[in-house]
């Protein structure tokens, strides 16, 4: 064996002391499918001082420095400008109205973008803010960003992008926002850079004088819940409610809910949908708690294979292009989407069934739309929809996407085939695709959109 095969036999034995590691101190929590990322990540660490002494070292006296690394290895996903634009349509056209009414008796808005990454978040942010005329109506505003990985943080104060974070920005609104550098990066103008704030903060610790009650009217947290330990999370959520003013809007990511969640059970959140995305709104002192979906349940790891007799070989099958399907669909809810498209990848084949395939294409459209590359979203959620004729999905998405762009007669075709598909989704579907969101939420979301969606 040689030597670079024998450091890597060794490492598996070492990923569950990493994890525990990564829980403790960052409260991250990373499953069996990260493995290859984690042992990656702990090589590139460790440096010359070795997987396993690096880890003996950090268990024994963990220093800050080499926790960022950890940190900045593992924590950066996915991210561009206006990312999920339907959210920032939402805050702008229907949320901020009355937000700034209720800001008018302290005169200032409050926002805060949890787990910022590079910081496109938090910009797009200030640009909602700034573009729907805030400070003219009297109103001070700022926006505050927060993230565990130091690495990215400094990244986001340099404020520097290359094209692909733009690739969601429309050119004219790229021209209005943001100037072009002399290394042909873009860079937000000061009058939006000026707004935003950038600290280093972990979600989940406890934090009194941070997480101070009514302390922010304004939460984007995206896609961060799902990388939190149990013990993590609980705490992130009572900090993220309980920080959110009366009247205040909390937005996550498409995949993530509370339902179930008893940290926030108390807290007077509603659910709520405008421009077809969902969000929370803390409601008066005294309103009932609206929970109408579960929290996602994580796929379960697929243990090792046994022999089974000829009879369950198809059925073994079945479970097994299952368990891959679910693999495929939490790496790309984690912002691992080149991995979850290599995931599908592996599913198709001449005789997957049409059902199963459909499914795949569907997931390879919201993959699509995590690149926030819409045409290619389109044509995969096409091709869905034209695999399996009963799949009401595809259809919800193909009239959400036609909206965005202004196709009126497109949207409320699709919209209405979803809403007719929808009383007969199989539940397994909805339980892997719909978000969390139960049927009724859905038939809800497809009404409102048609009436919104008018010629």
Known sequence: MTRAAAADAALPPLLPRLRTLLAARLGLFFDDHQDDRLSAALVRVAGA???????????????????????????????????????FDALRADLLPSLVRSAGTTG????????????????????????????????????LAVDVNPSALARATAARYGEWSLRATPPEQRDLWFRRCEDDTWTPLPVIRERVRFEARQLGQQDPSFWAPDSFDIIFCRNVLMYLEPGALRQAIRNLTGALAPGGVLFLGHAETLRGQSEAA????????????????REPAGAPPAWPFPWPQRAPVPEAPVPLPPAAETRAGTAAQQALLDEALLLVEAGQVDDGLRACARLIAPRTPPALQAEVLFLQGLAMEERGQLPAAE????????KDAAFALPHLRLGLL??????????????????ELLDGESSERLRRFAGGFERDDLRRLCRDEILEARA
Do not use: K
């Open 266 to 281: 108390s807290a007077g959140l509603v659910l709520r949908q405008a421009h077809g995305c969902f969000f929370y709104r």
């Open 402 to 419: 036609a909206r965005r762009r202004g196709e009126i007669v497109a949207a409320r075709r699709e919209l209405h085939r979803a809403l």
């Open 49 to 87: 001082t070795g997987p396993e002494r690096f880890l003996d070292q950090m268990e024994l006296a963990p220093s800050r420095a080499r926790l960022d690394a950890l940190a900045a290895e593992l924590t950066v996903g996915e991210t561009f400008f206006f990312r999920h634009p339907e959210q």
């Open 108 to 143: 200032r808005l409050r926002a805060l973008s949890a787990g910022c990454a590079t910081g496109e978040e938090a910009y797009t942010l200030a640009i909602t803010l700034h573009r729907a005329g805030v400070q003219a109506q009297g109103i001070d505003w700022d926006v």
């Open 379 to 386: 044509w995969h959620h096409q091709r869905a929809a034209a």
